[in-house]
């Protein structure tokens, strides 16, 4: 079974909107952690977010915020005010604790394209 | 900043060859890890390894072997390539931590097999 699943493999949105990622996970692993990395054409996976199982309020970061919801296991990406250079893929990944492991879960992916 | 390098960020071999891709980080990361990426698949984790001389399978080791002789250097090697190891590759590294220490990434690398 799929441990994170992204369902929308592209999504459009209009320059300076607010635009979502979906992300819902599967774990039985009570202490976890959710990652969202974006990777433009050029290749590279950069960071942008962080939500720890345990953390009480949803993790922000600049334009980005994670909207954590953990009984419906979802871990969507929330962008503020898109700009044309956030057009890239977007993954979603988990690390789970309970197997002592330091293995990254990811996603399929996002296509995002902003629009002018 | 962190760096992590790889040594060719495009790269063309024939079926049968030997390959080398070579990873090297500059933040004394004790774990670090070979990934493959398809379209329609995500990431999906070839190798790691957690110390020098260490080297534990992933979800897709066939085909694959790795060497980490320094700890700031891991290697990836396909003995004999196939067309079907045509992809893109990434290297990561992250500390030896908890569960919210991101990895860090390397540019890739996009092997063609012929």
């Known amino acids: 079974a799929q441990k994170i699943t992204q369902t929308q493999p592209g999504m459009f949105v209009q320059e300076k909107e607010a635009v979502t990622l979906d992300c819902t996970y599967d774990?039985?692993?009570?202490?976890?952690?959710l990652f969202w990395y974006k990777q433009p054409s050029s290749g590279e996976m950069i960071f942008l977010i962080y939500?720890?199982?345990?953390?009480?309020q949803n993790a922000t970061e600049g334009r980005y915020s994670l909207n954590f919801q953990k009984a419906r296991k979802s871990a969507n990406l929330v962008i503020s005010a898109s700009q044309l250079g956030d057009s890239a893929m977007y993954f979603c990944?988990?690390?789970?604790?309970?197997?002592?492991?330091?293995?990254?879960?990811f996603g399929t992916g996002t296509r995002l394209q902003v629009f002018p | 900043d962190v760096k992590v390098t790889q040594s060719s960020r495009y790269l063309v071999k024939r079926t049968g060859e030997k390959v080398f891709l070579e990873c090297v980080q500059d933040?004394?990361?004790?774990?670090m890890f070979w990934y493959r990426q398809d379209p329609g698949l995500g990431l999906r984790l070839i190798y790691f390894?957690?110390?020098?001389?260490?080297?534990e399978k992933g979800d897709i080791p066939e085909g694959y072997s790795v060497s980490r002789e320094k700890k700031e250097r891991f290697s990836l090697i396909l003995e004999s390539a196939s067309t079907n190891q045509t992809s893109m590759y990434l290297c990561?590294?992250?500390?030896?931590?908890?569960?919210?220490?991101?990895?860090?990434f390397g540019p890739g690398t996009r092997l063609t097999v012929l």
């Open positions: 774990t039985s692993d009570p202490s976890y952690g």
């Open positions: 933040m004394d990361h004790e774990n």
């Open positions: 990561a590294s992250t500390i030896l931590a908890g569960v919210g220490d991101t990895q860090y």
């Open positions: 390894s957690y110390d020098v001389k260490m080297k």
């Open positions: 990944a988990m690390r789970e604790l309970l197997y002592n492991t330091d293995k990254l879960i």
């Open positions: 939500q720890g199982s345990y953390d009480q």
